[in-house]
T-cell receptor
Framework: GEDVEQSLFLSVREGDSSVINCTYT??????LYWYKQEPGAGLQLLTY?????DMKQDQRLTVLLNKKDKHLSLRIADTQTGDSAIYFC????????????FGPGTRLSVLP | DVKVTQSSRYLVKRTGEKVFLECVQD?????MFWYRQDPGLGLRLIYF???????EKGDIPEGYSVSREKKERFSLILESASTNQTSMYLC???????????FGQGTRLTVV
């Protein structure tokens, strides 16, 4: 079945860039997502990329997709303490009735 | 503003009790999902529904059932709560195109 993997922890210093990596197995994925979960809250969509794209940039966020290696990354420029959260990679298809598959989440800690 | 609302933020139940977790969405979405979230395991799909009265088992359906009598409401039922069902439960919904999942704030269930 589908599987999504991420490293569980990442620590960076405030002002540095953070890079969170993800690998997935389902080559039929149409969309790949990054969700953010702050303490005590549900998940909030940060950004997503269509599988026919290589890169997407949105302010401080850059998403890179290597479809051949099934590798997705999220880069956060100028990381701030407010970026401390758990980041989930997820894949999905546009097939009716299909569901999303999430990775285990990467806990990002931003040190002052 | 789109909204997925879970009926409780925190619940404490006794072993053997029947537990109902309710989720309501106001976006007229076709798809609704129940996940449980445990540290290091990410989100695991319990059940999803792509239409009223329709349901599909996810990865970990044992010990759970669901009900979708109306399009906006998706209920998760723990038939006889056990301590290993202590977890954070997240409800989500999406349109039939599955472009994005919207999440509720989560219910932290403790079974004692």
């Amino acid at each position: 079945g589908e599987d999504v993997e991420q490293s569980l922890f990442l620590s960076v210093r405030e002002g540095d860039s953070s890079v969170i990596n993800c690998t997935y197995t389902d080559s039929s994925s149409t969309y790949l997502y990054w969700y953010k979960q702050e303490p005590g809250a549900g998940l909030q969509l940060l950004t997503y990329i269509f599988s026919n794209m290589d890169m997407k940039q949105d302010q401080r966020l850059t998403v890179l997709l290597n479809k051949k290696d099934k590798h997705l990354s999220l880069r956060i420029a100028d990381t701030q303490t407010g970026d401390s959260a758990i980041y989930f990679c997820a894949e999905g298809t546009d097939n009716y009735g299909q569901n999303f598959v999430f990775g285990p989440g990467t806990r990002l800690s931003v040190l002052p | 503003d789109v909204k997925v609302t879970q009926s409780s933020r925190y619940l404490v139940k006794r072993t053997g009790e029947k537990v109902f977790l309710e989720c309501v969405q106001d976006m007229d979405h076709e798809n609704m999902f129940w996940y449980r979230q445990d540290p290091g395991l990410g989100l695991r799909l319990i059940y999803f529904s792509y239409d009223v009265k329709m349901k599909e088992k996810g990865d970990i359906p044992e010990g759970y059932s669901v009900s979708r009598e109306k399009k906006e409401r998706f209920s998760l039922i723990l038939e006889s709560a056990s301590t290993n069902q202590t977890s954070m439960y997240l409800c989500a919904s999406s349109s039939f195109m599955n472009t994005e999942a919207f999440f509720g704030q989560g219910t932290r269930l403790t079974v004692v």
